[in-house]
């Protein structure tokens, strides 16, 4: 029996009904496009279609339909970006900025320099051709994303099993350039594809390569081909010879990578494959590339004196919100204090290198800022050429005890003192019994033993006693932007914070009860002279503790290094405060401290959170700290910490750490009982003790 025809029911199709809900996500729907779809619907309705027909139908239309769908929602997603096209797109990141240190030398750019802009025209036609052959060969052709490259793309990387190729276009760079972050998500591919159509819609395509080749990051903070070429081969763009013009083209793909100042033979093996894609492209012959191979470039770069690019990369960010508009050609002094930085650079390096493998730790952080907040040194890591990440200002680690300055500062402001006795015992919170260092118990405790020897329950009671709620507001208010999770573990430094608002909040203590939050601008001058912004503008800082406060807890601090748990961080003859902090599994270890001249925050550990061989606060960071800040204070006229008197520490220090030291000598330990073994587990081990008596069971 022959089936009956599949004939489509009347009314409103499911072609009208999908235009529909498309016309409600844009607002509207186009009266033309709608209504000869209406009627290419009524015509369809008529038909009849049966056997393998059907099936064929039936697929094509559940196709077409999830085909819509997926489209509105791709434009759905991005609606975010194109609105960010309606602003001034074409004046963002014109920032042409000349960094100069505290004392008025040039220490670095950042941006575009907009008075040095080469047209296209006069650039060599190999350079353009070496970025064209590499980057995107059907740039002239495509409508913005080129979707044969991106499959090429694919393929390649397939079969390498890595990134060997790049998919996105030159326009889907510039996208992500002006309106867009490097996430690699679903999300801001799909921005990045539809900005791009819209980008090749609206400039011609000399316009988009223009400002590719004027703002794409080049390595060692160059961003654009002249400032490239001016920094590793000291020419302009306009003289390059082929083989410097392959090595520029080659990192845009991977700046750090290939970064000729850094890795000079990846650099060069990079501009040959460069040079095989002109050949490929059909550019030049190998005949004319022959020579560029055999003379491959030299560079300049690295005869120059080191940038303190993590700095400027924080500074830079920080011009940009200081001057949102206006002349944009400006020239920074900031608060960078060069030899210090080098010191602190080589401290961290040398460090590292010594220590690093057998701690199996491989990086680190360090800011330096003197108590008004100024800061004079940053290390954002330990290799810039490898890494722009900075560790310093961007990371978000767990400071463990670090942290705990930040709970008695505020149990001081809640009728404790520093002779307050809690005891040292064990303690559970629900399912949670937090143990010390140590493994055992001490009993009865001052706060200053407490906090000296780093014990963890006295700062867990506290949080019970006077609420966690308080002690994250004081962490806050004393600087610490990052929001604070209110755990059980919070007093003990579970919640993540950054080096940088470490150091600033530390400051706090240095400089008698203050907000200092960090500062790297001191003055901003545009390019008519003209001064458009000086630090002392701002407004006074606000007292965030009580002097009385601050005076009991430097007391406290100031013993750490005498007979607590950074004696590697003391300096002879200098009073010195601060707190170490070793988080659990030994993934972060710390040293934030301070002098009456400056304070500084240490960070230790690992990248991918890897675990350290038992590496805590009082090793690596406090003998980090010890180095840097001996080298910050030679020569200079010492500060006294706030009420801690230089006569008052001398004499009293060494009967503090006595006193103290017999006092934890004379407490009974309370030791920790190990837990019952279950019966079997029992048996077994009387049964391996027979055996090994000669006493078989």
Known sequence: MRRPATRRPSGPGTTDRVFAAVGRVLGRVPTGVSAFYHGLDRTLSHLRVRGFGRFVVEVTGDGLTIATFGAVVMLALALPAMEATETDWRSQGDYAVTFLDQNGVEIGRRGIRQLESVPIAEM?????????????????????????????ALIENFRAGTIVQGGSSITQQVARLLFLSNDRTVERKVQEAFIAVWLDATLSKDEILKLYLDRGYLGAGNFGVAAASQYYFDKPVQDLTLAEAAMLAGLFQAPTRYAPHVNLPAARARANEVLTNLVQAGYLTEGQVIGARRRPASVVAGERAPTPDYFLDWAFEEVKALVPTGDRILTVRTTLDTSLQRAAEDALESTLRQSGEAYSVRQGAAVIVEPDGAVRAMVGGRDYGESQFNRAVSARRQPGSAFKP????????????????????????????????????????????????????????????????????????????????????????????????????????????????????????????????????????????????????????????EWGTGRAAKLEGIPTAGKTGTTSS?????????????????????????????????????????????????????????????????????????????????????????????????QRLEALGQLLAGNPP
């Open 124 to 152: 060599p036609d190999y350079l353009v051709a070496s970025v064209l052959a590499t980057e995107d060969r059907r740039f002239y052709t495509h409508f913005g994303v080129d979707l044969f490259g991106t499959a090429r």
């Open 406 to 561: 930040f709970v008695y500062a505020t149990a001081m402001m809640n009728g404790y003192t520093p002779d307050s006795v809690v005891p040292d015992a064990p303690i559970t919170i629900g399912d949670w019994s937090p143990r010390n260092y140590s493994g055992g118990y001490a009993g009865p405790v001052t706060l200053t033993t407490a906090l000296v020897q780093s014990i963890n329950t006295v700062p867990v009671r506290l949080g019970q006693a006077i609420g966690r709620e308080l002690i994250a507001e004081t962490a806050q208010r004393m600087g610490i932007r990052s929001s604070i999770a209110i755990t059980r573990s919070l007093p003990l430094g579970s919640s993540e914070v950054s080096v940088i608002d470490m150091a600033s909040a530390f400051a706090v203590f240095a400089n008698g009860g203050m907000a200092a939050p960090a500062f790297g601008i001191a003055t901003i001058v545009n390019s008519q002279g003209i001064t458009v912004f000086q630090h002392g503008d701002t407004p006074p800082p606000e007292r965030v503790l009580p002097e009385e406060v601050v005076a009991q807890m430097n007391g406290m601090m100031v013993q750490v290094p």
């Open 586 to 682: 030994f993934r972060d270890a710390w040293f934030v401290g301070f002098t009456g001249d400056y304070v500084g925050a240490i960070w230790f550990g690992n990248d991918n959170y890897a675990e350290t061989v038992n590496l805590t606060g009082g090793t690596l960071p406090a003998q980090t700290w010890q180095r840097v800040m001996t080298a910050a204070h030679q020569g200079i006229e010492l500060t006294p910490i706030p009420f801690v008197e230089r006569a008052e520490y001398d004499a009293a220090r060494v009967a503090r750490a006595a006193a103290a030291n017999a006092a934890i000598a004379a407490a009974a330990p309370v030791e920790i009982p190990p837990p019952p073994l279950a019966p079997a587990a029992q």
